[in-house]
């Protein structure tokens, strides 16, 4: 039995570039965007899900809540508003697989979203409270994703960050260190990746040590396929990935937070059950390598909730 899930953030659309032989690229509409992608890969793998946050009263919109609902995600708390578009985002793959982005979010929909728009028996029953960065990007939403995150760990939720740096949502010449850091250290679980934390912070080794002397329980650096890093306070380990053919990149991360929230949902449900689950390395190794084993049968496959895992596949022999 999972306990429930809430995933705060942007929900947007990827329009994700079709290279043709010859004449213009085509783009293809997926819905998308981290937390919502999180979200659905949760849904998808049987978990009990909910998203918090806002889209546009158009098309987009529209295609978001209804593709999320169809999923199973509950999107009672995903507000519809006239006053703002939905958020793209236009996504090109080089012959890798890896991706480049050009974001259009001026003022969209998903920035506009405040706290006194959430109720407060929201968080209530929930066990955990997920995020990431791109929230952090202006002012105004930057205060919502801080206050939700201190309600959340007040209500008792595990309150779970994937940094999901994207340098070009910033406004230009604004530093992210600093809020990146902020919304770090009020949470449980960090998930960053090797190249982010490079970009945003340099080769810092004593990193690992200072995120959990703030009070993170469980940080998770990653790194494609080369082996991913775990630390909590009394143990570590390096875990390699399953060996996979990468199509697509888009939502590898986001299935690999999915994969493990489902995980931590059943086994460690709020704060103070991920102690006791950190205890155990064996089913730390075990929630990680299922987490792990998501995150590459999406790189396998092209788009985002599409790409997503489902329970079953991941059962059969030789997944992952």
């Given at each position: 039995?999972?306990?429930?899930v809430?995933?705060?953030g942007?929900?947007?659309?990827?329009?994700?570039?079709?290279?043709?032989?010859?004449?213009p690229?085509?783009?293809?509409?997926?819905?998308?965007?981290?937390p919502?992608?999180?979200?659905?890969?949760?849904?998808?793998?049987?978990?009990?899900?909910?998203?918090?946050?806002?889209?546009?009263?158009?098309?987009?919109?529209?295609?978001?809540?209804?593709?999320?609902?169809?999923?199973?995600?509950?999107?009672?708390?995903?507000v519809?508003?006239?006053?703002?578009?939905?958020?793209?985002a236009?996504?090109?793959?080089?012959?890798?697989?890896?991706?480049?982005?050009?974001f259009?979010?001026?003022?969209?929909?998903?920035?506009?979203?405040?706290?006194?728009q959430?109720?407060?028996?929201v968080?209530?029953?929930?066990?955990i409270?997920?995020?990431?960065?791109?929230?952090?990007?202006?002012?105004?939403?930057r205060?919502?994703?801080?206050?939700?995150?201190?309600?959340?760990?007040?209500?008792?939720?595990?309150?779970?960050?994937?940094?999901?740096?994207?340098?070009?949502?910033?406004?230009?010449?604004?530093?992210?260190r600093?809020?990146?850091?902020?919304?770090?250290?009020?949470?449980d679980?960090?998930?960053?990746?090797?190249?982010?934390?490079?970009?945003?912070?340099?080769?810092?080794?004593?990193?690992?040590?200072?995120?959990?002397?703030?009070?993170?329980?469980?940080?998770?650096?990653?790194?494609?396929?080369e082996?991913?890093?775990?630390?909590?306070?009394?143990?570590?380990?390096?875990?390699?990935?399953?060996?996979?053919?990468?199509?697509?990149?888009?939502?590898?991360?986001?299935?690999?937070?999915a994969?493990?929230?489902?995980?931590l949902?059943?086994?460690?449900?709020?704060?103070?059950?991920?102690?006791?689950?950190?205890?155990?390395?064996?089913?730390?190794?075990?929630?990680?390598?299922?987490?792990?084993?998501?995150?590459?049968?999406?790189?396998s496959?092209?788009?985002?909730?599409?790409?997503?895992?489902?329970?079953?596949e991941?059962?059969?022999?030789?997944?992952?």
């Open positions: 039995m999972s306990a429930k809430i995933a705060f942007e929900a947007l659309i990827d329009m994700l570039a079709r290279p043709q032989a010859s004449g690229v085509n783009f293809v509409a997926h819905p998308g965007g981290a919502a992608n999180v979200a659905v890969g949760i849904a998808k793998l049987g978990g009990n899900v909910s998203f918090l946050g806002q889209v546009g009263r158009d098309m987009f919109g529209d295609s978001l809540v209804t593709t999320m609902a169809g999923f199973g995600v509950d999107t009672s708390q995903l519809q508003t006239a006053d703002a578009h939905t958020a793209l236009f996504v090109s793959l080089d012959a890798e697989g890896e991706r480049s982005f050009a259009y979010r001026d003022r969209s929909a998903d920035l506009l979203y405040r706290s006194d959430c109720p407060e028996s968080l209530e029953g929930a066990a409270f997920h995020c990431c960065s791109n929230t952090l990007t202006e002012p105004g939403i205060e919502t994703h801080l206050v939700l995150m201190e309600r959340a760990r007040k209500a008792g939720c595990m309150v779970s960050f994937d940094v999901n740096y994207r340098h070009n949502l910033w406004p230009q010449g604004e530093d992210a600093e809020p990146i850091w902020q919304a770090m250290a009020a949470s679980l960090v998930k960053i990746s090797r190249e982010e934390l490079e970009a945003l912070y340099g080769r810092d080794e004593e990193l690992p040590r200072r995120l959990l002397e703030a009070g993170v329980g469980l940080l998770l650096i990653t790194d494609g396929g082996p991913l890093e775990a630390h909590w306070f009394g143990g570590s380990l390096e875990l390699v990935p399953p060996a996979t053919k990468v199509v697509d990149s888009t939502a590898a991360g986001d299935s690999f937070v994969g493990l929230l489902l995980r949902s059943q086994e460690a449900p709020g704060r103070e059950a991920l102690a006791s689950w950190l205890a155990d390395p064996r089913q730390v190794e075990a929630g990680l390598r299922f987490a792990s084993r998501c995150g590459a049968l999406t790189v496959r092209y788009g985002a909730f599409e790409a997503l895992p489902l329970a079953a991941l059962d059969e022999p030789g997944a992952g």
